[in-house]
Protein backbone atom coordinates (compact mmCIF):
# COMPACT_ATOMS: atom_id res chain seq x y z
CA UNK A 1 0.00 0.00 0.00
CA UNK A 2 1.01 3.84 -0.68
CA UNK A 3 0.47 6.31 1.19
CA UNK A 4 -1.53 9.28 -0.39
CA UNK A 5 -2.21 12.83 0.85
CA UNK A 6 -4.74 15.67 -0.79
CA UNK A 7 -4.21 19.17 -0.75
CA UNK A 8 -7.19 21.47 -2.51
CA UNK A 9 -8.85 24.32 -1.06
CA UNK A 10 -12.46 23.54 -3.17
CA UNK A 11 -14.65 21.77 -1.25
CA UNK A 12 -16.94 19.79 -3.39
CA UNK A 13 -13.41 18.99 -5.19
CA UNK A 14 -11.68 17.61 -2.37
CA UNK A 15 -14.46 15.62 -1.33
CA UNK A 16 -15.08 14.48 -4.79
CA UNK A 17 -11.76 13.18 -4.87
CA UNK A 18 -12.01 11.43 -1.35
CA UNK A 19 -15.17 9.55 -2.06
CA UNK A 20 -15.18 8.64 -6.16
CA UNK A 21 -11.83 7.33 -6.64
CA UNK A 22 -11.31 3.62 -5.25
CA UNK A 23 -8.32 4.49 -3.31
CA UNK A 24 -8.01 1.39 -1.80
CA UNK A 25 -7.96 -0.99 -5.38
CA UNK A 26 -5.56 0.88 -6.12
CA UNK A 27 -3.22 0.17 -3.39
CA UNK A 28 -3.17 3.74 -1.91
CA UNK A 29 -4.48 4.77 1.54
CA UNK A 30 -5.49 8.50 2.53
CA UNK A 31 -3.24 9.43 5.09
CA UNK A 32 -4.39 13.48 5.45
CA UNK A 33 -5.91 16.06 3.60
CA UNK A 34 -5.68 20.32 3.56
CA UNK A 35 -7.31 23.24 2.13
CA UNK A 36 -4.49 24.90 1.72
CA UNK A 37 -0.44 24.51 0.87
CA UNK A 38 0.93 25.85 4.30
CA UNK A 39 -1.54 23.60 6.18
CA UNK A 40 -0.70 20.78 3.26
CA UNK A 41 3.05 21.68 3.92
CA UNK A 42 2.83 20.58 8.17
CA UNK A 43 0.44 17.84 7.57
CA UNK A 44 3.05 16.23 5.17
CA UNK A 45 6.16 16.70 7.15
CA UNK A 46 4.35 15.36 10.05
CA UNK A 47 3.47 11.99 8.41
CA UNK A 48 4.88 12.03 4.96
CA UNK A 49 3.14 10.49 1.75
CA UNK A 50 4.22 8.81 -1.16
CA UNK A 51 1.85 10.11 -3.23
CA UNK A 52 1.00 14.11 -3.27
CA UNK A 53 -2.14 14.89 -5.11
CA UNK A 54 -2.12 19.26 -5.03
CA UNK A 55 -4.34 21.82 -6.77
CA UNK A 56 -1.64 24.44 -8.52
CA UNK A 57 -3.85 27.80 -7.69
CA UNK A 58 -4.34 27.78 -3.61
CA UNK A 59 -4.79 30.56 -0.99
CA UNK A 60 -1.66 30.88 1.68
CA UNK A 61 0.72 28.75 -0.22
CA UNK A 62 0.05 27.58 -3.70
CA UNK A 63 0.96 24.24 -4.72
CA UNK A 64 4.30 25.01 -7.16
CA UNK A 65 5.71 26.56 -3.69
CA UNK A 66 4.32 23.44 -1.93
CA UNK A 67 6.11 21.03 -4.17
CA UNK A 68 9.06 23.17 -4.01
CA UNK A 69 9.46 22.33 -0.30
CA UNK A 70 8.48 18.80 -0.59
CA UNK A 71 10.72 18.37 -3.28
CA UNK A 72 13.85 20.26 -1.11
CA UNK A 73 12.45 18.13 2.14
CA UNK A 74 11.38 14.99 0.99
CA UNK A 75 12.25 14.47 -2.68
CA UNK A 76 10.79 10.98 -2.97
CA UNK A 77 7.34 11.82 -2.66
CA UNK A 78 5.66 11.70 -6.01
CA UNK A 79 3.87 14.88 -6.92
CA UNK A 80 0.57 14.85 -8.79
CA UNK A 81 -0.98 18.35 -10.07
CA UNK A 82 -4.53 19.48 -10.40
CA UNK A 83 -4.03 21.99 -12.89
CA UNK A 84 -6.75 24.24 -15.23
CA UNK A 85 -6.47 24.78 -18.66
CA UNK A 86 -5.89 28.23 -17.94
CA UNK A 87 -2.49 27.20 -16.04
CA UNK A 88 -0.20 26.79 -18.56
CA UNK A 89 3.05 29.17 -16.83
CA UNK A 90 2.26 27.44 -13.70
CA UNK A 91 2.42 23.57 -15.23
CA UNK A 92 5.61 24.91 -17.15
CA UNK A 93 6.99 25.70 -13.17
CA UNK A 94 5.70 22.12 -11.92
CA UNK A 95 7.16 20.35 -15.24
CA UNK A 96 11.19 22.11 -14.03
CA UNK A 97 10.35 20.81 -10.50
CA UNK A 98 9.89 17.29 -11.89
CA UNK A 99 6.21 16.68 -11.36
CA UNK A 100 5.42 13.15 -11.37
CA UNK A 101 1.90 13.70 -14.03
CA UNK A 102 -1.15 16.31 -14.44
CA UNK A 103 -4.80 15.90 -14.30
CA UNK A 104 -7.14 18.79 -15.46
CA UNK A 105 -9.85 19.85 -13.88
CA UNK A 106 -12.68 19.61 -13.53
CA UNK A 107 -10.91 16.01 -12.86
CA UNK A 108 -12.16 12.73 -14.64
CA UNK A 109 -12.35 9.73 -12.43
CA UNK A 110 -10.62 7.34 -15.20
CA UNK A 111 -7.94 9.63 -16.29
CA UNK A 112 -6.91 10.11 -12.45
CA UNK A 113 -7.21 6.02 -11.72
CA UNK A 114 -4.96 6.07 -14.85
CA UNK A 115 -2.12 8.55 -13.19
CA UNK A 116 -2.47 6.80 -10.03
CA UNK A 117 -1.92 3.64 -11.35
CA UNK A 118 1.04 4.68 -13.34
CA UNK A 119 2.92 6.41 -10.31
CA UNK A 120 2.23 3.15 -7.85
CA UNK A 121 3.44 0.74 -11.12
CA UNK A 122 6.63 3.36 -10.59
CA UNK A 123 6.71 3.01 -7.22
CA UNK A 124 6.66 -0.41 -7.23
CA UNK A 125 9.92 -0.34 -9.42
CA UNK A 126 11.29 2.06 -6.80
CA UNK A 127 11.07 -0.38 -4.09
CA UNK A 128 12.17 -3.57 -5.33
CA UNK A 129 15.82 -1.47 -6.98
CA UNK A 130 15.48 0.30 -3.16
CA UNK A 131 14.89 -4.13 -1.90
CA UNK A 132 17.64 -5.30 -4.05
CA UNK A 133 20.63 -2.57 -2.91
CA UNK A 134 19.99 -3.60 0.77
CA UNK A 135 20.04 -7.26 -0.39
CA UNK A 136 23.50 -6.72 -2.20
CA UNK A 137 23.96 -4.29 1.51
CA UNK A 138 23.17 -7.06 3.78
CA UNK A 139 24.82 -9.39 1.82
CA UNK A 140 28.47 -7.84 1.19
CA UNK A 141 28.05 -5.07 4.41
CA UNK A 142 29.03 -2.69 1.40
CA UNK A 143 27.48 1.23 0.67
CA UNK A 144 27.17 1.02 -3.44
CA UNK A 145 30.56 2.06 -4.97
CA UNK A 146 31.72 -1.18 -3.52
CA UNK A 147 29.14 -3.49 -4.35
CA UNK A 148 29.61 -2.07 -7.82
CA UNK A 149 33.41 -3.38 -7.64
CA UNK A 150 32.34 -6.75 -6.13
CA UNK A 151 29.66 -6.86 -8.80
CA UNK A 152 31.87 -6.26 -11.25
CA UNK A 153 35.10 -8.35 -10.14
CA UNK A 154 32.66 -11.02 -10.17
CA UNK A 155 30.98 -10.72 -13.46
CA UNK A 156 34.68 -10.59 -14.87
CA UNK A 157 35.48 -13.31 -13.91
CA UNK A 158 32.21 -15.43 -14.20
CA UNK A 159 32.04 -15.55 -10.64
CA UNK A 160 28.68 -13.48 -10.51
CA UNK A 161 25.09 -14.83 -9.25
CA UNK A 162 22.07 -14.02 -10.20
CA UNK A 163 21.77 -11.33 -7.90
CA UNK A 164 24.68 -9.95 -8.77
CA UNK A 165 23.66 -9.81 -12.26
CA UNK A 166 20.28 -8.12 -11.73
CA UNK A 167 21.85 -5.59 -9.35
CA UNK A 168 24.09 -4.71 -12.52
CA UNK A 169 21.10 -4.98 -15.03
CA UNK A 170 19.24 -2.81 -12.73
CA UNK A 171 21.57 0.06 -12.02
CA UNK A 172 23.86 -0.04 -15.33
CA UNK A 173 23.24 3.01 -18.04
CA UNK A 174 21.50 2.23 -21.59
CA UNK A 175 20.34 -0.90 -20.91
CA UNK A 176 17.86 -2.84 -23.52
CA UNK A 177 16.50 -6.22 -23.00
CA UNK A 178 16.09 -8.52 -26.05
CA UNK A 179 15.62 -12.23 -27.18
CA UNK A 180 19.32 -12.86 -27.26
CA UNK A 181 19.87 -11.25 -23.63
CA UNK A 182 20.22 -8.06 -22.06
CA UNK A 183 21.79 -5.57 -24.26
CA UNK A 184 24.45 -2.75 -22.57
CA UNK A 185 26.21 -0.03 -24.19
CA UNK A 186 29.44 -1.18 -26.18
CA UNK A 187 32.61 -1.81 -24.25
CA UNK A 188 35.74 -3.44 -23.90
CA UNK A 189 37.47 -5.01 -21.15
CA UNK A 190 40.75 -2.96 -20.04
CA UNK A 191 43.30 -4.35 -18.03
CA UNK A 192 46.36 -2.51 -16.58
CA UNK A 193 49.66 -4.32 -14.73
CA UNK A 194 51.79 -2.86 -13.10
CA UNK A 195 54.79 -4.67 -12.02
CA UNK A 196 57.99 -3.48 -9.46
CA UNK A 197 55.98 -1.21 -7.95
CA UNK A 198 58.45 1.89 -6.46
CA UNK A 199 59.57 2.52 -3.36
CA UNK A 200 58.25 6.19 -2.75
CA UNK A 201 58.11 6.70 0.84
CA UNK A 202 54.71 5.07 1.66
CA UNK A 203 53.93 1.59 3.23
CA UNK A 204 51.98 -0.45 0.12
CA UNK A 205 48.55 0.19 1.22
CA UNK A 206 48.96 3.83 0.53
CA UNK A 207 50.78 3.04 -2.17
CA UNK A 208 47.97 0.96 -3.81
CA UNK A 209 45.20 3.59 -2.45
CA UNK A 210 47.42 6.41 -4.31
CA UNK A 211 47.28 4.15 -7.74
CA UNK A 212 43.65 2.87 -7.70
CA UNK A 213 43.03 7.19 -6.71
CA UNK A 214 44.78 8.59 -9.96
CA UNK A 215 43.75 5.75 -12.27
CA UNK A 216 39.75 6.42 -11.15
CA UNK A 217 40.40 10.09 -12.26
CA UNK A 218 41.55 9.44 -15.78
CA UNK A 219 39.35 6.12 -16.61
CA UNK A 220 36.39 8.25 -15.81
CA UNK A 221 36.88 9.91 -19.44
CA UNK A 222 36.78 5.87 -20.53
CA UNK A 223 34.08 4.58 -18.32
CA UNK A 224 31.41 5.10 -16.03
CA UNK A 225 31.73 2.35 -14.11
CA UNK A 226 34.23 1.87 -11.22
CA UNK A 227 37.75 0.61 -11.22
CA UNK A 228 37.61 -2.96 -10.15
CA UNK A 229 41.12 -3.71 -8.29
CA UNK A 230 41.73 -7.52 -9.50
CA UNK A 231 45.25 -7.72 -7.14
CA UNK A 232 48.10 -5.60 -5.89
CA UNK A 233 49.50 -4.74 -9.10
CA UNK A 234 46.59 -5.45 -11.61
CA UNK A 235 43.48 -3.43 -12.25
CA UNK A 236 40.32 -3.59 -14.62
CA UNK A 237 37.60 -2.02 -15.76
CA UNK A 238 34.92 -1.37 -18.50
CA UNK A 239 35.58 0.86 -21.17
CA UNK A 240 32.14 2.29 -22.10
CA UNK A 241 32.36 5.77 -22.81
CA UNK A 242 34.68 5.60 -25.46
CA UNK A 243 35.32 2.23 -27.35
CA UNK A 244 36.94 2.86 -30.51
CA UNK A 245 40.86 2.54 -30.86
CA UNK A 246 42.10 5.28 -31.99
CA UNK A 247 39.95 7.48 -29.53
CA UNK A 248 41.04 4.77 -26.90
CA UNK A 249 44.85 5.10 -27.82
CA UNK A 250 45.27 8.57 -27.44
CA UNK A 251 43.71 8.28 -23.87
CA UNK A 252 45.51 5.10 -22.87
CA UNK A 253 48.76 7.26 -23.86
CA UNK A 254 48.20 9.19 -20.98
CA UNK A 255 47.25 6.99 -18.45
CA UNK A 256 50.83 4.70 -19.31
CA UNK A 257 52.64 8.09 -18.10
CA UNK A 258 50.78 7.91 -14.90
CA UNK A 259 51.33 4.81 -14.27
CA UNK A 260 55.27 4.64 -15.18
CA UNK A 261 55.70 6.91 -11.92
CA UNK A 262 54.80 4.33 -10.04
CA UNK A 263 56.02 1.15 -12.16
CA UNK A 264 59.18 -0.37 -13.41
CA UNK A 265 56.79 -2.01 -16.28
CA UNK A 266 53.40 -1.21 -17.02
CA UNK A 267 51.22 -3.21 -19.41
CA UNK A 268 48.00 -1.98 -20.93
CA UNK A 269 45.74 -4.83 -22.96
CA UNK A 270 42.20 -4.57 -24.54
CA UNK A 271 39.56 -7.31 -25.26
CA UNK A 272 37.31 -6.83 -28.63
CA UNK A 273 34.11 -4.96 -27.95
CA UNK A 274 31.09 -6.49 -26.97
CA UNK A 275 27.69 -5.81 -25.88
CA UNK A 276 25.75 -7.85 -23.81
CA UNK A 277 26.34 -8.74 -19.56
CA UNK A 278 26.88 -12.00 -20.34
CA UNK A 279 30.27 -11.58 -23.01
CA UNK A 280 31.71 -9.60 -20.20
CA UNK A 281 33.95 -12.55 -18.71
CA UNK A 282 34.73 -14.14 -22.37
CA UNK A 283 35.70 -10.24 -22.82
CA UNK A 284 38.18 -10.16 -19.68
CA UNK A 285 39.75 -13.40 -20.55
CA UNK A 286 40.60 -11.70 -23.82
CA UNK A 287 42.20 -9.18 -22.07
CA UNK A 288 44.09 -11.53 -20.33
CA UNK A 289 45.39 -13.68 -23.10
CA UNK A 290 46.72 -10.48 -25.07
CA UNK A 291 48.53 -9.80 -21.23
CA UNK A 292 50.12 -13.04 -21.19
CA UNK A 293 51.91 -12.33 -24.64
CA UNK A 294 53.77 -9.88 -23.03
CA UNK A 295 56.07 -12.55 -23.06
CA UNK A 296 56.68 -13.42 -26.53
CA UNK A 297 56.03 -9.64 -27.36
CA UNK A 298 58.49 -7.86 -24.97
CA UNK A 299 58.73 -4.35 -25.10
CA UNK A 300 54.86 -3.88 -26.09
CA UNK A 301 53.28 -1.82 -23.79
CA UNK A 302 49.47 -1.88 -25.04
CA UNK A 303 48.06 -4.91 -26.39
CA UNK A 304 44.99 -5.12 -28.38
CA UNK A 305 43.31 -8.60 -28.28
CA UNK A 306 42.52 -8.37 -32.09
CA UNK A 307 46.43 -8.00 -33.09
CA UNK A 308 47.68 -11.39 -31.43
CA UNK A 309 43.90 -13.28 -32.11
CA UNK A 310 45.16 -14.64 -35.32
CA UNK A 311 48.14 -15.74 -33.66
CA UNK A 312 46.18 -17.79 -31.02
CA UNK A 313 44.18 -19.54 -33.40
CA UNK A 314 47.35 -21.09 -34.87
CA UNK A 315 47.48 -23.02 -31.31
CA UNK A 316 45.19 -25.44 -30.33
CA UNK A 317 44.41 -26.65 -26.36
CA UNK A 318 43.94 -30.54 -25.23
CA UNK A 319 40.98 -29.72 -23.09
CA UNK A 320 40.51 -33.18 -21.95
CA UNK A 321 44.18 -32.54 -20.69
CA UNK A 322 43.37 -29.58 -18.55
CA UNK A 323 40.11 -30.92 -17.07
CA UNK A 324 41.66 -33.90 -16.05
CA UNK A 325 44.99 -31.47 -14.53
CA UNK A 326 42.36 -29.58 -12.30
CA UNK A 327 40.99 -32.52 -11.30
CA UNK A 328 44.28 -33.79 -9.94
CA UNK A 329 44.87 -29.95 -8.29
CA UNK A 330 41.68 -30.60 -6.00
CA UNK A 331 42.03 -34.12 -5.39
CA UNK A 332 45.55 -35.38 -6.20
CA UNK A 333 49.22 -35.15 -5.28
CA UNK A 334 52.52 -33.85 -6.73
CA UNK A 335 53.66 -37.39 -7.86
CA UNK A 336 50.02 -37.37 -9.72
CA UNK A 337 50.14 -34.21 -11.39
CA UNK A 338 53.94 -34.30 -12.42
CA UNK A 339 52.89 -37.59 -14.40
CA UNK A 340 49.99 -35.53 -16.26
CA UNK A 341 52.38 -32.59 -16.59
CA UNK A 342 55.13 -34.42 -17.99
CA UNK A 343 53.02 -36.89 -20.22
CA UNK A 344 51.69 -33.60 -21.64
CA UNK A 345 55.09 -32.02 -21.97
CA UNK A 346 56.18 -34.66 -24.03
CA UNK A 347 53.75 -34.62 -26.60
CA UNK A 348 54.00 -31.05 -27.01
CA UNK A 349 57.36 -31.51 -27.70
CA UNK A 350 57.23 -34.12 -30.21
CA UNK A 351 54.71 -32.14 -32.05
CA UNK A 352 56.42 -28.81 -32.29
CA UNK A 353 59.98 -28.74 -33.33
CA UNK A 354 60.17 -25.08 -33.74
CA UNK A 355 61.12 -23.93 -30.42
CA UNK A 356 58.80 -20.40 -30.61
CA UNK A 357 55.85 -22.16 -31.62
CA UNK A 358 56.29 -24.84 -28.59
CA UNK A 359 56.68 -21.62 -26.32
CA UNK A 360 53.29 -20.02 -27.75
CA UNK A 361 51.16 -23.38 -27.14
CA UNK A 362 53.36 -23.95 -23.96
CA UNK A 363 52.04 -20.51 -22.54
CA UNK A 364 48.42 -20.63 -24.57
CA UNK A 365 47.75 -24.10 -22.47
CA UNK A 366 48.46 -22.32 -18.98
CA UNK A 367 46.16 -19.28 -19.72
CA UNK A 368 43.28 -21.53 -20.34
CA UNK A 369 44.68 -23.61 -17.26
CA UNK A 370 44.17 -20.41 -15.30
CA UNK A 371 41.16 -19.65 -17.19
CA UNK A 372 39.49 -22.86 -16.11
CA UNK A 373 40.93 -22.69 -12.38
CA UNK A 374 39.65 -19.00 -12.02
CA UNK A 375 35.84 -20.19 -13.14
CA UNK A 376 35.92 -23.51 -10.34
CA UNK A 377 34.71 -22.48 -7.48
CA UNK A 378 36.85 -24.09 -5.26
CA UNK A 379 40.20 -23.40 -6.49
CA UNK A 380 39.34 -19.90 -7.78
CA UNK A 381 40.55 -18.06 -4.27
CA UNK A 382 43.58 -19.97 -4.33
CA UNK A 383 44.35 -19.07 -7.42
CA UNK A 384 43.46 -15.67 -8.14
CA UNK A 385 46.66 -13.73 -6.45
CA UNK A 386 48.92 -16.06 -7.69
CA UNK A 387 51.61 -14.00 -9.93
CA UNK A 388 52.80 -17.40 -11.61
CA UNK A 389 51.30 -16.23 -15.21
CA UNK A 390 53.02 -13.16 -15.40
CA UNK A 391 56.20 -14.40 -16.41
CA UNK A 392 57.99 -11.13 -16.38
CA UNK A 393 59.91 -10.34 -19.67
CA UNK A 394 63.58 -10.83 -18.12
CA UNK A 395 62.33 -14.47 -17.99
CA UNK A 396 61.03 -14.69 -21.78
CA UNK A 397 64.70 -16.85 -22.27
CA UNK A 398 64.34 -19.32 -20.01
CA UNK A 399 63.93 -22.95 -20.99
CA UNK A 400 60.47 -24.91 -21.54
CA UNK A 401 62.26 -27.38 -18.93
CA UNK A 402 62.34 -24.39 -16.42
CA UNK A 403 58.62 -23.24 -17.32
CA UNK A 404 57.83 -26.75 -16.44
CA UNK A 405 59.34 -27.19 -13.44
CA UNK A 406 57.93 -23.64 -12.60
CA UNK A 407 54.80 -24.42 -13.75
CA UNK A 408 54.63 -27.74 -11.48
CA UNK A 409 55.85 -25.93 -8.36
CA UNK A 410 52.83 -23.67 -8.77
CA UNK A 411 49.99 -27.20 -9.03
CA UNK A 412 51.77 -28.50 -6.28
CA UNK A 413 50.98 -25.09 -4.12
CA UNK A 414 47.65 -25.13 -5.13
CA UNK A 415 47.03 -28.94 -4.33
CA UNK A 416 48.59 -28.45 -0.98
CA UNK A 417 45.93 -25.73 -0.30
CA UNK A 418 43.40 -27.48 -1.42
CA UNK A 419 44.46 -30.41 0.55
CA UNK A 420 44.15 -28.42 3.63
CA UNK A 421 40.69 -27.22 3.01
CA UNK A 422 39.47 -30.44 2.42
CA UNK A 423 41.07 -32.71 5.24
CA UNK A 424 39.06 -33.63 7.69
CA UNK A 425 42.07 -33.84 10.10
CA UNK A 426 43.20 -30.25 10.13
CA UNK A 427 40.43 -27.46 10.68
CA UNK A 428 42.14 -25.26 8.29
CA UNK A 429 39.87 -22.24 9.76
CA UNK A 430 37.05 -23.95 10.60
CA UNK A 431 36.97 -22.88 14.59
CA UNK A 432 36.73 -19.55 13.30
CA UNK A 433 33.52 -20.67 11.38
CA UNK A 434 32.69 -22.61 13.95
CA UNK A 435 32.92 -19.16 16.20
CA UNK A 436 31.07 -16.83 14.04
CA UNK A 437 27.90 -19.45 13.88
CA UNK A 438 28.03 -19.73 18.13
CA UNK A 439 28.14 -15.82 17.79
CA UNK A 440 25.97 -15.02 15.41
CA UNK A 441 23.35 -18.54 15.68
CA UNK A 442 20.55 -15.81 16.61
CA UNK A 443 20.60 -13.88 13.28
CA UNK A 444 18.80 -14.72 9.78
CA UNK A 445 22.07 -17.25 9.28
CA UNK A 446 21.74 -19.69 6.16
CA UNK A 447 24.63 -21.84 4.28
CA UNK A 448 24.75 -19.58 1.60
CA UNK A 449 25.54 -16.47 3.57
CA UNK A 450 28.11 -18.25 5.45
CA UNK A 451 29.53 -20.24 2.07
CA UNK A 452 29.54 -16.50 0.65
CA UNK A 453 31.30 -14.85 3.28
CA UNK A 454 34.09 -17.33 3.24
CA UNK A 455 34.49 -17.06 -0.40
CA UNK A 456 33.29 -21.00 -1.27
CA UNK A 457 30.55 -22.47 -3.51
CA UNK A 458 27.58 -23.66 -1.17
CA UNK A 459 27.92 -27.28 -2.12
CA UNK A 460 31.49 -27.17 -1.58
CA UNK A 461 31.42 -25.32 1.82
CA UNK A 462 28.14 -28.26 2.57
CA UNK A 463 30.51 -31.05 1.62
CA UNK A 464 33.54 -29.14 3.81
CA UNK A 465 31.64 -28.44 6.65
CA UNK A 466 30.14 -31.98 7.45
CA UNK A 467 33.88 -33.68 7.33
CA UNK A 468 35.24 -30.70 9.45
CA UNK A 469 32.63 -30.73 12.45
CA UNK A 470 30.89 -33.88 11.70
CA UNK A 471 27.28 -33.15 10.66
CA UNK A 472 25.51 -30.96 8.50
CA UNK A 473 25.42 -27.37 8.53
CA UNK A 474 21.43 -27.15 9.47
CA UNK A 475 21.56 -29.35 12.11
CA UNK A 476 25.03 -27.61 13.97
CA UNK A 477 23.05 -24.58 14.09
CA UNK A 478 19.80 -26.23 14.92
CA UNK A 479 21.32 -28.11 17.68
CA UNK A 480 23.36 -24.72 18.95
CA UNK A 481 19.89 -23.44 19.06
CA UNK A 482 18.09 -25.52 21.07
CA UNK A 483 20.86 -25.69 23.62
CA UNK A 484 20.45 -22.27 24.01
CA UNK A 485 17.05 -22.35 24.28
CA UNK A 486 17.29 -24.73 27.39
CA UNK A 487 19.16 -22.24 29.28
CA UNK A 488 16.46 -19.12 28.40
CA UNK A 489 13.45 -21.75 29.39
CA UNK A 490 14.87 -22.04 32.94
CA UNK A 491 14.47 -18.27 33.20
CA UNK A 492 10.47 -18.13 33.91
CA UNK A 493 10.00 -14.44 32.98
CA UNK A 494 10.62 -15.01 29.85
CA UNK A 495 7.18 -16.66 27.40
CA UNK A 496 8.33 -19.60 24.68
CA UNK A 497 7.95 -16.91 21.90
CA UNK A 498 10.20 -14.95 23.61
CA UNK A 499 12.50 -17.57 23.83
CA UNK A 500 11.75 -18.78 20.35
CA UNK A 501 13.03 -15.40 18.76
CA UNK A 502 16.05 -14.96 20.81
CA UNK A 503 17.48 -17.98 19.47
CA UNK A 504 16.53 -17.05 16.01
CA UNK A 505 12.81 -18.63 15.12
CA UNK A 506 10.29 -16.34 14.37
CA UNK A 507 7.75 -18.84 14.12
CA UNK A 508 6.84 -20.10 17.63
CA UNK A 509 5.27 -22.84 15.95
CA UNK A 510 8.35 -24.26 14.20
CA UNK A 511 10.25 -23.81 17.49
CA UNK A 512 8.35 -26.10 19.11
CA UNK A 513 8.48 -28.79 16.78
CA UNK A 514 12.22 -28.39 16.28
CA UNK A 515 12.79 -28.40 20.27
CA UNK A 516 10.34 -31.83 20.64
CA UNK A 517 12.43 -33.27 17.52
CA UNK A 518 15.91 -32.66 19.41
CA UNK A 519 14.92 -33.19 23.37
CA UNK A 520 11.70 -35.36 23.06
CA UNK A 521 9.42 -32.60 25.03
CA UNK A 522 8.15 -29.54 24.09
CA UNK A 523 9.27 -26.23 25.43
CA UNK A 524 6.00 -26.37 28.00
CA UNK A 525 6.43 -30.20 29.17
CA UNK A 526 10.56 -29.09 29.34
CA UNK A 527 9.34 -26.48 31.94
CA UNK A 528 7.33 -28.57 33.67
CA UNK A 529 9.58 -31.58 34.17
CA UNK A 530 11.55 -28.88 35.95
CA UNK A 531 9.03 -27.52 37.95
CA UNK A 532 9.56 -23.94 36.51
CA UNK A 533 6.19 -21.77 36.14
CA UNK A 534 5.89 -18.61 33.76
CA UNK A 535 5.81 -15.29 35.49
CA UNK A 536 3.58 -12.55 34.73
CA UNK A 537 5.65 -9.75 33.51
Known amino acids: MYNLFIVEDEWLVLQGLKLTIPWEEMRCTLIGEARDGQAGLEGILANPPDILLTDIRMPAMDGIQLAEKVAELLPQVKVVF ?4 DDFIYA ?3 VKLGAADFVLKPTNPDELIQVIGRITSKLDEERRLQSQQERLKLKYGWEKPLIEEKVLYDLMLDYAGTLEKEWFVEYGTGLEHTDGGVVIPPYRVVLLQMDGLKD ?3 DSRQLRDQIKERIKELSKELSTLTLVRINETRYAFLANRQIERGDLADLFDSLMVLLSSFAQRCVLTVSH ?3 TIDMIPAAYIQAMRAMYQTVFLGGEKMI ?5 ERLQETVSVNHTVLKELIELVKWGNPSSIEAQTGLWYSHL ?7 FTARRSFFEFIVTLNSLLLRDSELHNIVIDSGFLLTSAERVDDSLEQWLIRLNDTLFEWNRQCAELSDPQKKSGFEEIELFIREHYAEDISLQGIA ?3 HMSESYFSRLFKKQVGTSFLEYVTLIRVGQA ?3 LTNPRLRIYEVSVQVGYQDQRYFSQLFRKYTGETPTEFRKRLGIESLPL
Open 82 to 85: LTGF
Open 92 to 94: QKA
Open 349 to 355: IHLHADG
Open 486 to 488: KEL
Open 304 to 308: WFEDI
Open 200 to 202: MGT
Open 452 to 454: ERY
Open 273 to 275: SFT
